[in-house]
């Protein structure tokens, strides 16, 4: 898999606008890395996860970046806010509260980790084996620290996704 750039990662302003700048680099770095296969779904799940952090956080910024090792690429989301998403199951009637439902249909595994200064919320993938063997390619910067509580994993009845952590 081909390196790409540490640019991957970035930080914006907490406001709509944000979830298209968001889907942009996405695509683009699925693109350059060859991970097309995901990259649908992936720009569909960074959206709503950045709409949520704008909706729900009260913070000034969001920072995005993703990652892949091996056969997983991770999109996180962090803001300063320490309130964690919940998953709401939508009613047929319901105007809203489908987000993470599609968050956690589109991913492989989702989850948010708790900082002490706000929290990482994430998204995995799974993509087709690397054609050669290597170590991970680093589609923007890791997370300076990703322990703290997993939350809003849902696993479905014969669902191969795995619990984080």
């Excluded at 956080?57 to 690429?73: A, E, F, P, Q």
Aim: charged residues 20%; contains cysteine.
């Amino acid at each position: 898999m081909e390196k790409v750039p540490a640019a991957a990662g970035v930080t914006l302003p907490c406001v709509p606008a944000a979830a298209k700048t968001a889907r942009d680099l996405v695509r683009t770095r699925l693109l350059h890395a060859g991970l097309t296969e995901v990259s649908d779904d992936a720009v569909l799940v960074v959206s709503e996860i950045v709409g949520n952090s704008v909706r729900h956080s009260g913070t000034r910024y969001v920072r995005i970046w993703m990652t892949c090792t091996g056969r997983v690429v991770r999109i996180s989301v962090a803001d300063s806010s320490r309130t964690l998403p919940t998953l709401i199951i939508a009613g047929d009637n319901d105007d809203g509260h489908r987000g993470l439902g599609l968050v956690d249909a589109l991913s492989y595994r989702w989850g948010a980790d708790l900082l002490e200064l706000g929290k990482v919320v994430w998204a995995e993938f799974e993509v087709a084996p690397p054609v050669a063997s290597g170590n991970s390619s680093d589609l923007g910067e890791l997370a300076t620290s990703q322990s703290g509580t997993v939350h809003g994993v849902a696993l479905r009845e014969g669902d191969q996704r795995r619990a984080a952590g």
